[in-house]
């Protein structure tokens, strides 16, 4: 049974990260190959562009003219997802909706890792925006992220609760 579950576990990272995956990587291939950087498209007027951007930083470009930025970003990405598949394997069967969490935030964080190891920087092309007050660009992997986080502390909030029951 103990097996059967730690597949189980390996299974929805597996398929959570290759959907990620290849919704990142193909968007941003995609973007890269047919838009000019800086170059905008307007899909919701006054709310949403598809705009290409490039950030050498991490969210909202901190560090991004640092000379130490690509192998501080490229070791906390692997130190990330390592973490996250040995957290992963300490699961308990019960925890599904932790293992969707940590599998978003891994394969997020594994597309940005492929973009700083392919090109040094991060194609970026989601871009919400008020009018003219614009939220940072931003892509798949970097939703995936921010879902995973959300979730993971839906899942600790109900984690908390379940536990005051049993005591």
């Given at each position: 049974?103990?097996?059967y579950l730690m597949k189980f576990r390996y299974l929805i990272l597996l398929t959570v990260s290759a959907l990620v995956l290849v919704l990142d990587q193909a968007t941003k291939i995609y973007v890269d190959r047919t838009m000019a950087l800086h170059s905008s498209i307007t899909v919701i007027e006054g709310f949403f562009n598809i705009t290409y951007l490039r950030n050498k930083g991490a969210a909202f470009g901190i560090l991004a003219n640092s000379s130490y930025r690509l192998p501080f970003f490229i070791l906390v990405s692997t130190v990330a997802v390592c973490v996250i598949v040995f957290v992963i394997k300490r699961l308990r069967e019960d925890q599904k909706l932790a293992a969707i969490s940590l599998s978003l935030i891994f394969s997020g964080a594994l597309g940005n890792l492929i973009d700083r190891?392919?090109?040094g920087e991060v194609i970026d092309?989601?871009?919400?925006h008020w009018y003219n007050h614009h939220w940072p660009a931003?892509?798949?992997?970097?939703s995936a992220?921010?879902?995973?986080?959300f979730l993971?502390?839906?899942?600790?909030?109900?984690?908390?609760?379940?536990?005051?029951?049993?005591?």
């Open positions: 049974m103990g097996y190891v392919r090109l092309f989601l871009d919400a931003f892509n798949v992997a970097d992220i921010c879902v995973g986080v993971l502390a839906i899942d600790m909030f109900l984690e908390e609760r379940r536990e005051q029951k049993t005591r």
